[in-house]
């Protein structure tokens, strides 16, 4: 579910950006550790929100010329409330644009593409990562993780369960993946290691599965629910909660088991990460627009008759397209947009990258722009 990808996104966020500075840390050169915390957090706004700003603009032009037309008559209410109208003029237009791109990193509020709300926490969650490294670059190991986890444990605590607790335990899974005694007990131990590990697998995917609604429906949920009363703070949105759970106790039994490792180390397994960023960004405008088209487009409004009073009422939302249209119509979208995807990666990627560096080397010191050699690989 949306709710348990954002999680992982989090965790991730955690980990990628800490993982160089404590290699570095633990090899004593704290001094690089700190050049490179600084290159990175400066790094994330562009790397993140360049992106995020051409695929709104994209969104915005498609709103402009009438590509989500189809999507305000829709028989999907997600559809329609995620489909931005045109502007009532030309300068409403830039006007609506420069107040969509504010409102993405102040409070979510994007109106052409509502899913960016995560994007303005998720660059929250990498500024706290970063802050968290510095406060703890010079510290032992041992006491970093013994922090961590009572980092992780307050951020449970006040209810961050959105980005806070997923961030420090991606924090903690770099630190425990290159501590050595960590890691020989691990494989000193391999029928500890692999129980553990497929519980935890197990267990995740159980937690990523708690519906964001409803779950008193199914009795599996239910005992969820009644669990969550017992351990979760009070106040907690159980439907946020247990998705981060889900994300960090999967990401965890993935990291001690080798086989699951392998498996996901695969080519076109890797290829597909690397597509989830720019899948992240075009998915939403694209099931708008070209899906949409698809399967509703070619549809007849039905009409809707008329009210008690004898007044007509308007036609009714387009329905959906015959069966067979959608079983093939689907997973054709989804080649697609892997399809766009990949070309957003090899070239809107790189094109963001050098305007980031470009203004990366425009405003540092040069005496900040050499690291020393990292000494432990």
């Known amino acids: 579910m949306g709710r348990a990808s954002v999680a992982v996104f989090a965790l991730v966020t955690g980990y990628i950006n800490s993982l160089g500075p404590l290699k570095k840390s633990r090899a004593g050169n704290a001094d690089a550790a700190l050049t490179g915390i600084a290159r990175s957090s400066f790094r994330r706004f562009g790397r993140f929100m360049i992106p995020a700003i051409l695929a709104t603009l994209i969104s915005w032009l498609a709103c402009q010329f009438g590509a989500y037309n189809i999507a305000h008559l829709a028989d999907s209410a997600w559809i329609r409330d995620s489909s931005?109208?045109?502007?009532?003029s030309f300068a409403g237009a830039f006007?609506?644009?420069f107040r969509s791109l504010i409102k993405t990193w102040v409070d979510g509020g994007n109106d052409y593409d509502k899913i960016q709300w995560t994007l303005t926490y998720l660059l929250k969650g990498s500024m706290l990562t970063y802050l968290t490294l510095v406060a703890l670059i010079y510290v032992k190991p041992r006491w970093r993780m013994?922090?961590?986890?009572?980092?992780?444990?307050?951020k449970w605590r006040s209810g961050d369960a959105l980005v806070g607790f997923n961030v420090y335990c991606g924090i903690l899974?770099?630190?425990?993946?290159?501590?050595?005694?960590v890691v020989d007990f691990a494989s000193s131990h391999p029928y500890i290691q692999a129980v553990t590990s497929a519980s935890l697998i197990i267990l995740g995917f159980l937690f990523c599965s708690y519906p964001e609604e409803h779950a008193e429906w199914a009795r599996w949920s239910r005992k969820m629910e009644d669990f969550g009363r017992k351990i979760f703070p009070e106040g907690a949105e159980y439907a946020r909660f247990y998705p981060g759970m889900g994300a960090d106790a999967l990401a965890t039994g993935i990291m001690f088991n080798?086989?699951?490792k392998t498996i996901l180390s695969h080519r076109f397994l890797c290829w597909m990460g690397r597509l989830s960023w720019p899948v992240y960004l075009i998915h939403a405008?694209?099931?708008?627009?070209?899906?949409?088209?698809?399967l509703f487009g070619a549809s007849v409004r039905p009409p809707r008759g008329q009210d008690d009073q004898g007044n007509q009422l308007p036609p009714g939302w387009l329905p959906?397209?015959?069966?067979?249209?959608?079983?093939?119509?689907?997973?054709l979208f989804y080649v697609f947009l892997y399809r766009a995807a990949d070309l957003w990666l090899r070239y809107v990627d790189p094109w963001c990258g050098r305007v980031t560096q470009h203004f990366e080397d425009l405003v540092f010191r040069d005496?900040?722009?050499?690291e020393k050699p990292l000494l432990l690989s």
């Open 320 to 331: 959906l397209a015959k069966p067979w249209v959608v079983m093939f119509a689907v997973p």
């Open 367 to 370: 005496d900040a722009k050499v």
């Open 95 to 97: 006007h609506d644009l």
């Open 146 to 154: 013994l922090i961590l986890v009572g980092m992780f444990l307050f």
């Open 285 to 294: 405008p694209l099931i708008r627009t070209v899906l949409t088209w698809v």
């Open 173 to 181: 899974l770099a630190e425990v993946s290159i501590d050595p005694d």
């Open 84 to 88: 931005p109208r045109p502007s009532a």
């Open 258 to 260: 080798p086989t699951a």
